[in-house]
Nanobody, 115 residues
């Protein structure tokens, strides 16, 4: 059974930082591209960042330079370091695992950026 479990969300003030984690089981993690998506209230889900099995990364323009995605294959975990957070970063953040032919999703963790 494939499981993706996100953690690390919470309430943070504008300008603050959070690190999200996603622990994965049930697939060959090192062979999987991993991603972080987010969905803000009333908006469509959007890709935030993605990291390939080889370590290549891409980011949404709105987070480039502020967020960093990384992976630890020994721990079957992907991370999203979020710095300089803005109120518009408020959303539920979801972890994804691309393990052909499927894409698996976690249940999400809420990030609220507010003073």
């Amino acid at each position: 059974q494939v499981q993706l479990v996100e953690s690390g969300g919470g309430l943070v003030q504008p300008g603050g930082s959070l690190r999200l984690s996603c622990a994965v089981s049930g697939i060959i993690f090192r062979d999987s591209a991993m991603g972080w998506y987010r969905q803000a209230p009333g908006k469509q889900r959007e890709l935030v960042a993605r990291i390939t099995s080889g370590g290549g990364t891409n980011y949404a323009g709105s987070v480039k330079g502020r967020f960093t995605i990384s992976r630890d294959n020994a721990k079957n975990t992907v991370y999203l370091q979020m710095n300089s957070l803005k109120p518009e970063d408020t959303a539920v953040y979801f972890c994804t695992a691309e393990f052909s032919p499927r894409v698996y999703w976690g249940k999400g963790t809420l990030v609220t950026v507010s003073s």
